[in-house]
């Protein structure tokens, strides 16, 4: 069954490590996911684009999915399904299409307008026992279509959002989608560290964690970042994954075009990334 990301953030908060949120965008992804999960005994958080959500048809078939395979892998380890920088629209159709998380990214609307969006959602998902993720401060780059400057958050302003009653929220801090620029500043602590004096308990979201130095995750963790977001990283392993396979004719050996055999080196690449993610998060055996 799906849970709310709340209790798994809660205790990573508490114990100074993060939960990964992969991006999944098909039946592969999910599965490996899933399975990575469960082989290491880690929460996990299933993260949805709105683009991602078209593509698998909708956001009931990717509930269906989801739920067949918790049942069918008998997957045991918390697994929140989470609507990935939704817009207001988009959330309260994942709230009907039974989501377990939703995130709300308002941070394009001026802050009172975040502020007064923000604060009817958290309703709806408290009565539904569902997590929301909000947002200050635009993550840079580009995921999906939605475009951000990549600006630092103002704690200030994250603490008002914060005291609205969000799970988890997701500040700017430098941080970006997709590759990073040879020219990238890093992540500023000193603004996270800002964000987390006045949040407190909040657990906080790192978004753009491919390419991320292991070091400056880790330090992030330690100043209160509790879910970090992979998407990227695992595209770019299933591809040279796929790509190897075919550029070494594999695919016109025997029956090597069956997909099952054609996705299936890209899949065990996506395993990998997640294992070596969920390692350095620290969230292995933490379910
Ligand atoms: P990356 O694609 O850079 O890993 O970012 C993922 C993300 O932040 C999803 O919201």
């Known amino acids: 069954m799906l849970v709310s990301a709340e209790e798994m953030l809660k205790k990573a908060k ?8 992969f991006n999944i965008n098909n039946l592969e992804w999910t599965k490996s996911i899933l399975l990575t999960a469960q082989e290491c ?3 996990v958080i299933l993260g949805v684009s709105e683009g991602a959500g078209k593509y698998m048809c909708g956001y009931k078939t990717v509930v269906g999915m989801v739920n067949g395979m918790l049942e069918e892998l008998n997957i045991t380890v918390p697994v929140a399904l989470h609507l990935d920088h939704g817009s207001y629209e988009g959330a309260k159709a994942c709230i009907e299409a039974g989501f377990s998380s939703i995130m ?17 959602l958290v309703a709806i998902c408290k009565e539904k026992g569902m997590s929301i993720e909000a947002e200050v401060g635009s993550i840079g780059g580009e995921e999906d279509g939605v475009v951000g400057a990549g600006e630092c958050a103002d704690p200030k302003e994250c ?15 430098g941080n970006i989608h997709g590759k990073y620029p040879e020219n990238w500043a ?17 657990p906080l979201v790192l978004h753009g964690g491919t390419g991320i130095p292991e070091d400056m995750i880790k330090k992030a963790i330690s100043l209160g970042v509790s879910k970090i977001n992979v998407n990227t990283e695992c595209q770019l392993s299933f591809a040279e994954a796929t790509r190897k396979y075919i550029e070494a004719g594999k695919d016109l050996e025997g029956k090597g075009f069956d997909p099952r055999k054609l996705l299936a080196p890209g899949a065990e690449a996506i395993k990998a990334t997640v294992k070596e993610k969920m390692e350095l998060f620290g969230s292995v055996g933490k379910a």
Do not use: R
Not at 14 to 21: E, R, S
Not at 162 to 169: E, I, K, N, P, R
């Open 14 to 21: 508490a114990g100074k490590y993060a939960v990964g949120q």
């Open 41 to 43: 005994n880690s929460p």
């Open 104 to 120: 709300f990214d308002g941070s394009h609307y001026p802050i009172e307008e975040n502020v007064a969006k923000t604060k009817e």
């Open 159 to 173: 603490k008002m959002i914060a005291d609205l009653g969000v799970t988890m929220l997701a500040a700017g801090i």
């Open 186 to 202: 890093g992540l500023s602590f000193e603004t996270l560290d800002a964000v987390q004096q006045l949040t407190g308990d909040m």
